[in-house]
């Protein structure tokens, strides 16, 4: 399985970008695809993660009202929709797959980041 994530770009606060996560190669039948971003300087935090069904958990409180993760499986393509954005919100961002073993979660198949600047 590949992933590459793709739509980052330079864009005014208050502005909006739509961040596309395709995946390619051997899919799995189903998968759950999670969004994080890594800011320069901090940790890689998690956005959200994106069911097969579509249901959608967000985990980052800042982006919660403002960020839009769904996905279209017949294009195996999950998106993050990013509006009212900050510079807080530059950072490269990062698309995986979420796998849950009995051991724990984990992520694995990382694409290539898109970097996201958010100018004031």
């Known amino acids: 399985v590949q992933l590459q994530a793709s739509g980052g770009g330079l864009v005014p606060a208050g502005g909006s970008l739509r961040l596309s996560c395709v995946a390619s190669?051997?899919?799995?039948?189903?998968?759950?695809i999670a969004w994080f971003r890594q800011r320069t300087g901090k940790e890689r935090e998690i956005v959200g993660t994106i069911r097969p069904s579509s249901e959608v958990r967000y985990s980052l409180n800042s982006s919660k009202g403002r960020f839009i993760i769904s996905r279209d499986n017949a294009k195996n393509t999950a998106y993050l929709q990013m509006s009212a954005l900050i510079p807080d919100d530059t950072a490269v961002y990062y698309c995986?797959?979420?796998?849950?073993?009995?051991?724990?979660?984990?992520?694995?198949?990382w694409g290539r980041g898109t970097l996201v600047t958010v100018s004031s």
């Open positions: 995986a797959v979420e796998r849950v073993r009995p051991q724990g979660v984990s992520y694995d198949y």
């Open positions: 190669g051997r899919t799995p039948d189903s998968y759950t």
